[in-house]
């Protein structure tokens, strides 16, 4: 993270790419929440090296680092074409540059202990990142839309698109701060048979046919033809929307254990 202190991470501006900045604390604060003791030692020892505390802290950097970095840029997103039935990584990731791809990668180098520490800080933040990317629909998918990014929408008369409904306007609406957001996942979603659900629920390939599927058969079907989009239709996909930010935050939890609470040099995915 080149030695960004946490201050000046929170400051950054919000960017186009990924959930906005609220949608990916909220991420973070759900995997803080969710992660083992027996991983929190040295995730602690990780974000210390950057003055951050939580997850959440180091949620935004990759968007933050894009513009400077610009060959990270596709690795916030897969394009899967909307009628495709799965994702094909010959089709859809062909060199590796892509969101599925790029969690294997960063994954892997956060449990490698023979890597520096500031490598790993690194990989820890775009795993955080980009496991809140995987689960916005529309970086799964799209129908030579950029993932929705050309398909303009009005919201109360301003001009917008698609895709950025997805990113921020939907959690925006709620006029909820990130901590609230989360209080409120935690009691609508926080049981224990379902939080145990979303633990088995797959692999990193079935978490982005499972957003592309929601793209398809939810974002793209139900936007209305008057690509009008008031406060009702906005909360009508808050259900959608905070099931995919409850189980990328359980989901990473999951995949931060699985780097981390063992004590051999080898993750175990
Ligand atoms: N650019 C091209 N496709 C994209 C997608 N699915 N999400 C975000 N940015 C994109
Ligand atoms: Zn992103
Ligand atoms: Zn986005």
Redesign the pocket.
């Known amino acids: 993270m080149r030695r960004l202190p946490g201050v000046i991470v929170l400051l950054c501006t919000a960017t186009a ?1 990924g959930w906005g900045p609220d949608g990916h604390r909220i991420v973070g604060k759900i995997a803080d929440h969710y992660v083992s003791e027996a991983a929190r030692p040295e995730l602690a020892a990780i974000l210390r090296l950057y003055h951050a505390t939580s997850l959440a802290d180091v949620s935004n950097w990759p968007d933050h680092i894009k513009h400077a970095r610009p060959e990270t840029a596709p690795w ?2 897969v ?1 899967i074409p909307v009628n495709a039935d799965r994702y094909d990584p010959d089709r859809d990731c062909s060199q590796g540059d892509c969101v599925v791809e790029a969690i294997h990668r960063f994954a892997t180098e956060l449990g490698d202990r023979t890597r520096s520490i500031s490598n790993r800080a690194d990989a820890l933040s775009f795993v955080v990142h980009f496991v809140g990317d995987i689960h916005q629909p ?2 799964c ?2 129908d030579n839309d ?2 929705g ?1 050309d398909v303009v929408v009005l919201i109360d008369g301003e001009t917008s698109n698609l ?1 950025r409904v997805w990113d921020f306007e939907i959690i925006r609406a709620t006029g909820l701060d990130p901590d609230h957001y989360v209080d409120r996942l935690l009691a609508e979603f926080g049981s224990d048979t379902n939080v145990l659900a979303i633990c088995h629920s797959g692999s990193v390939e079935d978490w982005a046919n499972e957003s592309h599927d929601l793209a398809r058969d939810f974002v793209y079907a139900g936007l209305p033809e008057s690509h009008q989009v008031g406060s009702s239709f906005l909360a009508s996909c808050r259900p959608v929307a905070d099931q995919q930010l409850f189980k990328a935050g359980v989901r990473l939890a999951r995949l931060l254990d699985a780097c981390l609470a063992t004590k051999s040099d080898t993750p175990q995915h």
Do not use: K, T
Request: no cysteine.
């Open positions: 790419l916030h997103y394009d529309l970086h998918a799209e950029r993932g990014n895709h």
